[in-house]
């Protein structure tokens, strides 16, 4: 049956109790206005002991809000050396080594949840470039290399680990809107709230003309689709008219989990790193710890305060890619990042001549052992 009452209230009451029994979880200019008036909306409509979040339009309860920057406190485990305020160390998913064997994706993902990791990170690319026909580009990817569509991989990851899983980096500009929120809100369902959506602006036109959208006014666009996808998660309802964007009394449902999706943004140029402050929750950086990364720092924390935000409250990911070197080097690096103030941080073993999943793992294992990661007996 549906439950004691016959309702779907009491199949996802009896559906939590069971799996906290069995698997111990825990149960811009364009844009500021947008969420300046969204933000109201919800504070209105919440009352003044909201914390800032919209009220659930589904029978299941929204997890608790994150303790630090938004995505940073959705998932158990995975903390640097076990200390309880600590980075979070996840990994990234190797697309382009990993293949098209199911059975392959399935290892890879429950052996790094087993091994302490906290989130698994995926690249984006929707398709690749023939360089004969495109010999004009010079990207790091082509038609050559795999790549598995993060949020459809998401909703099987979803079903079997635990992990947060994480976009890094969606190319949105590239995808219609309301579509984007509409996947990422089911696939924050699958994974009880454990979904944080990286996006960025992408470097292959190719793609956008495939996708039937404008690669050049990629960066005027971004803003306004990320306003409208925190309101497509927040509100029952939304009526929408922008330069780019129109929803006429129309809405998601159900609902994600989360209300809104912790948005981060992948940025390097001046403007894109000032709009990650003025609006993510978080960011990616691409330059490592040292100078590059203190004037990279100072543009988005000057885009939050800016927007009249703190920048403290934003969360920063780095990423250290394994290269064969020794675990001292390795770590040493990762501590460089924990130095630097980083929230998040993914372990990299794609690019470092790694020819299977065991490989992959038993590299990821070394570095588990090194940073002090606990393991875990996974949750499924």
Known sequence: GVGAQGSPVGLHAHLDLAREMLLGLDLTE??????????????????????????????????????????????????????????????????????????????????????????????????????????ELEGPYDIGDT???????????????????????????????????????????????????????GWNPVEYEALGRPFESRGARVGEQVALLRELWTRSAVTHAGPFERVTGAGLNPPPRQRPIPIWFGASTGVA??????????????VPPGPELAAARAEVEAGARAAGRDPSELGMQGTVSWRDQRLSELEEEVRSWEAAGASHLSINTMGAQLRSVEDHLQVLGAVAGRLGLKESSGNF
């Open 147 to 201: 790549f598995h569509e993060p949020l459809v991989l998401f909703g099987y990851l979803a079903a079997i680990t635990s992990l947060e899983l994480v976009t890094g980096v969606i190319i949105l500009p590239q995808r219609q809107t309301a579509l984007v929120a509409k996947q990422a809100a089911e696939v924050d369902i699958l994974c009880r709230g454990r979904l944080r959506l990286g996006i960025g602006l």
């Open 273 to 286: 790193l000032r709009r990650a402050g003025r609006l993510g929750d978080g960011w990616f950086p691409q």
């Open 30 to 135: 364009l844009e500021r206005p947008l969420l300046e008036a969204a933000g109201a909306r919800r504070a209105s409509e919440l009352g003044p002991n909201s914390q800032g979040r919209s009220r659930s339009m589904t029978a299941v309860p929204p997890p608790p809000p994150p303790a630090g920057p938004r995505g940073a406190g959705a998932v158990r485990g995975g903390r640097l050396c076990g200390r309880p305020t600590g980075m979070r160390v996840g990994v990234v998913f190797p697309q382009t080594e990993v293949g098209a064997d199911v059975e392959a994706i399935r290892r890879y993902a429950v052996g790094v949840e087993r091994l302490g990791f906290s989130h698994l990170l995926a690249y984006d690319h929707v398709l690749g470039a023939d360089p004969e026909a495109h010999p």
